[in-house]
């Protein structure tokens, strides 16, 4: 594997493209990527603010070390449509702004400071992918991933696909084809070692082959004793490679699985095993910094979506993620539907040929992720193309037999020439525009594909659009929020046919201004931009096992005048309990069971408490007082969760929640939640008071120092200054005064 050094640090950032920035290093403003062009308001951001030309210069000294080697230049991604210049001398060019660039250096550079410039264009440029037509998303601009330096021998291992055949039989088999880096085209002659590695560090296996071409396949076979990758247990196993030629030792190492995915006519199965697919969408942006967030943020959001939203399953929408993001969710067994650029439009020759090409990007990046499962090979939700269609899957077939491809559309019988039939089911909440069908869930999938018998299915898409809903809004719409996300899972848990749901979406994001809510946000997220929950998101983290995490959520402000009419019932309680109890102004306590008449198929239907359950005068009426109700939930018979819903909420404590208490000196952020909280330590939907934020210390704010509260929360992110020592947030709110939280930057917390 090439020696890697990270250079993120010493950029000057200019605004323009001005030839003589390729000839000489100028002043600029200091930067550390991951950097975003121009930072943008929470809301109502002027959408072509960024689609300008932006220059990066950094001075790069050849290290003594590297002569005799290949040097390489690699950016992990830059938006978009990036020329990459060595001492004003043009060296790559790339114009997919989520897959990574490399330009060899070998040969080019010369003793002393040596100028590296960076020329990108943020324009929606109508020849690149996804541009060309309106996109609901922002793509922001700037060099917004990492940037490497690559040091490797003259002969060296360029990578290896690795795959896991039969991972059901009784002794496994590695079989890997490695593929060499020879820019020089030396003669190739010695041999590559593997050794198979398990997660305790424990050798498995070894094998060594002669190597006389720049491919060469390798299998490890009769292995015993091996842990299949899976959602619950993701076994990581590491193949290093060690290549031996006279021109030097080369190493190499990749993580991998072993695991089987099979989607049939009966569902999908995970090594065999049938695993009903929940999940949602994700945009990889952020408030203010668009995608620039670097390799902490990309991690704690695969944790969101496992384990505070109790997800299997992510869809990157709609492009390849950071290579971090799903480092991780191969860590924490999070399956992963990984799929092109692009939305609702399809260009012209040139445009189709880039696609094309970001077909093989995205593979060969990627292959190596026992979390993805399958590739998305078709422009999310465009029209039929056959030609253009039929080559992306034969690319992608090309490349990677192990893994199907899938074809995101809205369209319904659009030809299917995948192996995944994938559809965006927006048919709840069709009903409102009137017509003889009622409040459906889901169609049936052969009036979808339009064919006369059963395909591998998934519903990709439900929701979102058809119902936004803003943590701010009222009681009501949360509510219809909450039962539309728990009507089209317990339809998919239902129908053994369907593969699963991945709803739209998981976070609020800021979009163009032709979609979203007028203000530049499409609040289809179960979670807000800052990844504070919604009600809905307990629809999705109630269906988990309660030995992973007890939920008990009840979809209520508690208020009597906040519904129409008054009052609260019916109460939906998001929990995986047994049953919940409810205890309210003194009346006798009831234990409720959850409503598996309304929700038969999933795992952990919602307790309803209704009118029901108690008598009119115990009700009280419209006038009289308001009293505090309690909640507990129960597990076999014990009680597991308690939740409080005072009759008079007193604002009373604003809590400072940062995600960890310690961060890396070099490279790290972290978000930091703000919440107001009632007497019972639950928030105050409706508090909307700004707060300040100051950072001091060994880290920086990014954003405003001035945040408006919405939905009793506000977030902000710090990122690491590259020095330890403490970090001191100050938060000021008039109500509940100024408060300090203490945090570390030190080497060790990263």
Known sequence: MPHTTNINTDWQFHEGDAPELRQQARRGRAVTLPHNAVDLPYNHADQTAYQRRYTYQKL??????????EVTLRFDAVMADARIYLNGTEIAAHKDGYTPIHARLTDRLRPGDNLLTVVLDGTENPEIPPFGGQIDYLTYAGIY????????????????????????????????????????????????????????????????????????AIDL???????????????????????ETAHGRDGWSTQFGFRSVD??????????????IRGLNRHQSFPHVGYALPRAAQERDAEILRYELGCNTVRSSHYPPSPWFLDHCDRIGLLVLEEIP??????????????????????????????????????????????????????????????????????????????????????????????NR???PLRPQREVTGLGHDVPYLVTEYNGHMFPTKSTDNELRQNEHVLRHLEVMDAAYGDSAVAGCIGWCAFDYNTHADFGSGDGICYHGVMDMYREPKFAAYAYASQTEPSERVVMEPVTHYARGERNIGGIFPLIVLTNCDEVEIRYAGTAPRRIKPDREAFPHLPHPPVIIDRKHFTDAELGEWGERWETTALTGYLDGAAVAECLLPARKIPSALEIAPDRTAMAPKGDCLRVMVRALDQAGRKLPYFSEPIEVEVSGAARRLGPALLAMQGGSVGFWIESSGREGPVELQITSQRFGRQSVGLLSKEDAG
């Open 60 to 69: 790069i000294r050849p290290d003594p070390a590297w002569d005799g080697q």
């Open 145 to 216: 991933r990492d940037a490497w330096i690559e040091v490797a021998p003259a002969l060296s291992i360029a990578g290896a696909k690795v795959e896991t055949p039969d991972v059901l039989a009784a002794e496994k088999t590695v079989h890997a084809v490695v593929t060499l880096a020879n820019a020089c085209d030396q003669e190739i002659e010695g041999r590559i070692t593997a050794e198979l590695i398990d997660r305790g560090g424990r050798t498995v296996a070894t094998a060594t082959v002669p190597v006389s071409e720049a491919r060469v």
């Open 221 to 243: 076979a009769g292995l015993k004793d091996i842990a299949l990758w899976d959602v619950k247990d993701p076994a990581l196993y590491t193949l290093s490679l060690v290549l």
């Open 263 to 276: 989607f049939t006519t009966d569902g999908f199965r995970l090594n065999g095993k049938p695993l009903k």
């Open 342 to 435: 692009g939305w609702q439009h399809i260009g012209g020759s040139v445009w189709k040929a880039e696609s094309v090409r970001n077909v093989e990007r995205m593979i060969r990046r990627d292959w190596n992720h026992p979390s993805v499962i399958m590739w998305g090979v078709r422009i999310n939700e465009s029209p039929d193309d056959h030609a253009f269609y039929a080559k992306t899957n034969r690319v992608a077939r090309a490349l990677d037999t192990t893994r199907p491809t899938g074809g995101i559309r809205c369209i319904a019988e659009s030809e299917f020439l995948e192996d995944v039939y994938t559809m965006n089911d927006f048919v709840l909440g069709s009903h409102e525009l009137g017509g």
């Open 438 to 440: 009622g409040r459906t």
